[in-house]
């Protein structure tokens, strides 16, 4: 079973089919090469397209990128996770979504956050200020269900807890911390939820968590 949580108010446009399958295309390119090292000759090679075909939905490749960033986040702000969510409690419930975002990080290129800051600085802030706020309403909602279950510690000033654990998430997006450790951006976003999760539960949250993570086989 398959549970489906929206958690930001992106409504995604209906699109046409052609213009779909640009923005998505672009993102696997983008994910993989870098943004910068990806020009719209590639894409439409990789397309089977002309770029006149493409330059009918897009103006030009700076357009493209804020159209595919947009699109990441109307993808994120729905998080689809496995198993009775109604039987989850709060720690369940931030351990399968970090399951699917770690995933998704597997296959991101690093580069592409220094291309973002670099090339295009207004489409970058931009989209790290939606993300922010869609992260914090995510945050807050699981803290206010893990302190009412009795698992998370019920002195946590939920709104600077969450502000803080969010500053975290942009700074390991940061190019020059990126460029500065040895370690998989995958790596770093779980040692960075291990330490979130022992931070706000409480002695009843942390036993159940380290089970979770021996019963899961969750190495951090």
């Not at 020009?39 to 700076?62: C, F, H, P, R, W």
């Not at 357009?63 to 699109?71: A, F, I, Q, R, Y």
């Amino acid at each position: 079973m398959f549970k489906c949580f929206i958690f930001a108010t992106f409504k995604p446009k209906i699109m046409d089919e052609k213009i779909d399958r640009i923005i998505s295309e672009s993102l696997l390119l983008f994910k993989k090469f870098g943004i910068r090292s990806v020009s719209m000759d590639d894409i439409a090679k990789e397309l089977g397209m002309s770029k006149k075909t493409i330059y009918q939905y897009v103006a030009n490749k700076t357009e493209l990128v804020e159209m595919v960033l947009n699109t990441m986040l109307q993808r994120e702000s729905t998080v689809c996770i496995s198993g009775d969510t109604e039987k989850m409690n709060a720690i369940d419930i931030l351990l399968a979504v970090s399951h699917n975002v770690s995933n998704q990080m597997k296959d991101l290129n690093p580069s592409n956050a220094f291309d973002l800051q670099k090339y295009y600085p207004v489409i970058y802030r931009e989209f790290i200020i939606k993300k922010r706020d869609h992260v914090f309403k995510q945050v807050k909602q699981n803290f206010a269900q893990g302190i009412e279950e009795g698992i998370y510690r019920n002195d946590l000033d939920i709104d600077l807890v969450a502000r803080l654990y969010i500053q975290k998430l942009v700074d390991v997006h940061d190019p020059e911390f990126l460029s500065s450790v040895s370690f998989s951006f995958e790596k770093v976003f779980q040692v960075m939820f291990d330490n979130h999760i022992r931070g706000i539960a409480n002695a009843e949250g942390l036993a159940y968590y380290e089970k979770q993570t021996n019963i899961l086989n969750i190495n951090i």
